[in-house]
Structure formats: structure tokens, C-alpha cells
């Protein structure tokens, strides 16, 4: 069974512009949730989505946003890019709502210059 | 408020040695712990999980205890190798099912060296 995917790996973007990520969760899992690390601050959650609907937000500004598509692959966007933005954005995908276990995509790492 | 701390925040340690890794948790109720293994530039790993009735759990060289009345978890990782060197992150699950009853601490990276 292939794992959670994400893509691209790697970004550089500039201040201003704006940015989407693409998570594909593993086969037959419903559960994407999107989470911002960066060195000091640990994992950050970032919002959770299943069977297309935002269920759970954290506490990020509106410039960040997601959807979830009928295949469960997720898209996140970041709009007006500011330096701070830049971290490792990880996915992570669970079998259902209630499955404890998130397995995680290798991440993408976001450089805002 | 639910927290999650860790400690040490970093170590380092020689190959062979034991260490042992410390997760103090505020979570309420409290359904579940887990210790993830991230390595650098990749997604963490789950390693353990361990529920309330729960004391110990070992997973190869890496055993995990949990104390659900102090709140405390520890990592502990025997006869260590360099491919030890990795982030380990406590993940605390309250009860509920959305992954915002996820509380994760901020880790602590281990560095082994020969």
C-alpha cells in the first residue's frame, strides 16, 4: 500500500505570491490533516478535512486555506506570502475521524524569500 | 490547557549508550499516547502507542512507559545506533476524533555519534 504523498518536495517562493501543496492520502483513508513545523514551535495544526468538509481549523490566519477533493487527496493554499511562512508542511492521513494514528507524507519544505 | 512538553530538548550520546527521552502531558481526558520517530527531512514514524491501563510498551530497542497519574511518558532507547539520530515527538490524544484532539510536544532531537 503506498504511503502518503506529497508534492512538491521542495519550494522557493517570494514574499506576496502565493503557494499550493498537494497531499494524497494513503488508499481508503478519509482523514487529511495539514500541520506547519518549523524548529521552535514543534507541529503546528493547520486544519482537518474529511469526506471534503473542514472539520477542525487551528489557529492560522484566513491566507491559509485547504480543500479536500472526492478522491480524499487535499490541497493546501497560502496566499500573500510572508517570510514567517517558511517551515516543513507535513500531511498526515487517518483510516477515519476517529483513527488515533496519523500517518504522515514526507512533507514539503516551503522557503519564502 | 492541554500541553505537551518534552525533554531534553537535545542530547547527544555515543553509540552503544542507553538514553531515555521525557514527555509530560496535560491533556485531559486523556485517551492515548504515542512516540513518533522523525528523521531529517522526513514525515515522523509512529513507534509506540500506550492507552491509560497501560505501563510499558517495547518496540525492538525502544521501550516506552507511561505513568497516567503523574502524567509522565518516557522514551527509553537501549544499545543506541546512528541511525537513532532523529527527532522524537510525544503525540497526546484527548478523547475525541477530530485530529485537533491531537497535542504534540515539540521533541527532542537525538544525535548519536560514533
Known amino acids: 500500500k503506498a504511503g502518503v504523498t506529497q508534492t512538491p518536495r521542495y519550494l522557493i517562493k517570494t514574499r506576496g505570491q502565493q503557494v499550493t501543496l498537494s497531499c494524497s492520502p494513503i488508499?481508503?483513508?478519509?482523514?487529511v490533516s495539514w500541520y506547519q513545523q518549523t524548529p521552535g514551535q514543534g507541529l503546528q495544526f493547520l486544519f482537518e478535512y474529511f469526506s471534503e468538509t473542514q472539520r477542525n481549523k487551528g489557529n492560522f490566519p484566513g491566507r491559509f486555506s485547504g480543500r479536500q477533493f472526492s478522491n480524499s487527496r487535499s490541497e493546501m493554499n497560502v496566499s500573500t506570502l510572508e517570510l514567517g511562512d517558511s517551515a516543513l508542511y507535513l500531511c498526515?492521513?487517518?483510516?477515519?475521524?476517529?483513527?488515533?494514528?496519523?500517518?504522515f507524507g514526507q512533507g514539503t519544505r516551503l522557503t519564502v524569500v | 490547557k492541554n500541553q505537551v512538553e518534552q525533554s531534553p530538548q537535545s542530547l547527544i550520546i555515543l553509540e552503544g549508550k542507553n538514553c531515555t527521552l521525557q514527555?509530560?502531558?496535560?491533556?485531559?481526558?486523556?485517551?492515548?499516547l504515542r512516540w513518533y520517530k522523525q528523521d531529517t527531512g522526513r514525515g515522523p514514524v509512529s513507534l509506540t502507542i500506550?492507552?491509560?491501563?497501560?505501563n510499558t510498551k517495547s518496540n525492538g530497542r525502544y521501550t516506552a512507559t507511561l505513568d497516567a497519574d503523574t502524567k509522565q511518558s518516557s522514551l527509553h532507547i537501549t544499545a543506541s545506533q546512528l541511525s537513532d539520530s532523529a527527532s522524537y515527538i510525544c503525540v497526546v490524544s484527548e478523547f475525541g476524533t477530530g485530529a485537533n484532539n491531537l497535542f504534540f510536544g515539540t521533541g527532542t532531537r537525538l544525535t548519536v555519534i560514533p
Open positions: 488508499s481508503g483513508h478519509r482523514s
Open positions: 500506550m492507552t491509560f491501563s497501560e
Open positions: 514527555c509530560n502531558y496535560t491533556v485531559s481526558p486523556f485517551s492515548n
Open positions: 498526515a492521513s487517518r483510516p477515519s475521524a476517529g483513527g488515533t494514528e496519523a500517518f
